[in-house]
Structure formats: C-alpha cells, structure tokens
C-alpha cells in the first residue's frame, strides 16, 4: 500500500495489489483475533475497482464481543490502537503507519451489535453492482480531493450526503 500523511487526501486508480494485500491482512487478523471474529471485510474505496480511491488500505472486522478484543496482539504487530471512535464504544480503529508516519492501514472493529459494519459492506457491493453510481462517487471524491487536499475531515465530511443516499437504498437500512 502507498499510504497517505495523516491529513492528507491522495487519490489513485485502483491497484490489484491491493486485493492481495487485504488476504494477507485478513489472515493476520485471523491469527490475531482468532475466536472472537466474525467476519472480515474489505471495505471502502479501494474495495470499489471502478473508482480512484485513497492509497489505505480498509479493513471492518465484525467481533463477537469488541470487550474481549485483544488490543495488545495487534499493537504488538505495529498497530496504532486509536481507541473507540465518535464515543461509540462498539467500534475501535487501528492505523498501521509505516516509518515514515504514512497510514497504510485502517482496521475498523466493530462489535456484533454494531449495524455500521453491515453498511460499510452495503456501500461498497452496491457501488460495485452500480457502475453509474461509483463514477458519481469518483467525481465527487476527486471534487473533494481537488478542494480539500490537506484536510481530510472536510473531505470525509463532503461525502457524507452521497454515502447516506446510498445507504437508504440498502434493504437492511
């Protein structure tokens, strides 16, 4: 994986490495949290072929019970444990960064009763069954590269609309 710096947006075509690197990430994982998984995913745009996509590499991880996950063994692999994200206590992000400080990798973990894990799968299969709509995406993405390339919140803000029109076509929503 590429990696980008902390706040920055950097958007490129999609690589099939980064399949290849998702397996190898999804059996780390499988070793690390062994008994406590549920399912592991390959989410977020670099998930979606069809479209350009930030170099990072997005994993969500649905855990029996995120109470008995073991932070220590995925810190002990290099991971930065950044806690329990928005004040939800039923997801917790891990960044992998490489020397240089790049972040490579997101692991999002989220508990069983947690419904976000379910939509971050939702999202990408159906912009991966719905050309026209990744294409949007991409133009909006790039839009937002293009206007915020040092501001990764305002960027994550800006498709926020697009992600939750997407999200209402979801059944399960």
């Given at each position: 994986?590429?990696?980008v710096?902390?706040?920055?947006?950097?958007?490129?075509?999609?690589?099939?490495?980064?399949?290849a690197?998702?397996?190898?990430?999804?059996?780390?994982?499988?070793?690390?949290?062994?008994?406590n998984?549920?399912?592991?995913?390959?989410?977020?745009?670099?998930?979606?072929?069809?479209?350009?996509?930030?170099?990072i590499?997005?994993?969500?991880?649905?855990?029996?019970?995120?109470?008995?996950?073991?932070?220590?063994?995925?810190?002990?692999?290099?991971?930065?444990?950044?806690?329990?994200?928005?004040?939800?206590e039923?997801?917790?992000?891990?960044?992998?960064?490489?020397?240089?400080?790049?972040?490579l990798?997101?692991?999002?973990?989220?508990?069983?009763?947690?419904?976000?894990?379910?939509?971050?799968?939702?999202?990408?299969?159906?912009?991966?069954?719905?050309?026209?709509?990744?294409?949007?995406?991409?133009?909006?993405?790039?839009?937002?590269?293009?206007?915020?390339?040092?501001?990764?919140?305002?960027?994550?803000?800006?498709?926020e609309?697009?992600?939750?029109?997407?999200?209402?076509?979801?059944?399960?929503?």
């Amino acid at each position: 994986m590429e990696g980008v710096s902390r706040h920055e947006v950097k958007l490129l075509p999609h690589n099939p490495a980064w399949d290849a690197e998702f397996l190898q990430t999804k059996s780390q994982l499988q070793s690390c949290l062994s008994d406590n998984i549920i399912d592991i995913q390959h989410v977020g745009s670099t998930a979606i072929p069809a479209i350009y996509a930030k170099p990072i590499l997005d994993v969500a991880v649905k855990l029996e019970s995120i109470h008995d996950m073991d932070i220590d063994v995925l810190v002990s692999h290099g991971y930065d444990y950044r806690g329990a994200q928005a004040g939800n206590e039923h997801y917790h992000l891990f960044v992998l960064r490489n020397e240089h400080g790049l972040s490579l990798r997101h692991i999002h973990c989220y508990d069983k009763s947690e419904k976000e894990f379910d939509l971050l799968v939702g999202f990408r299969d159906y912009l991966n069954q719905h050309f026209d709509e990744a294409k949007k995406y991409e133009a909006l993405k790039q839009k937002l590269s293009e206007k915020y390339s040092e501001d990764r919140t305002a960027y994550t803000k800006g498709k926020e609309d697009f992600i939750r029109s997407i999200y209402t076509k979801l059944s399960y929503f």
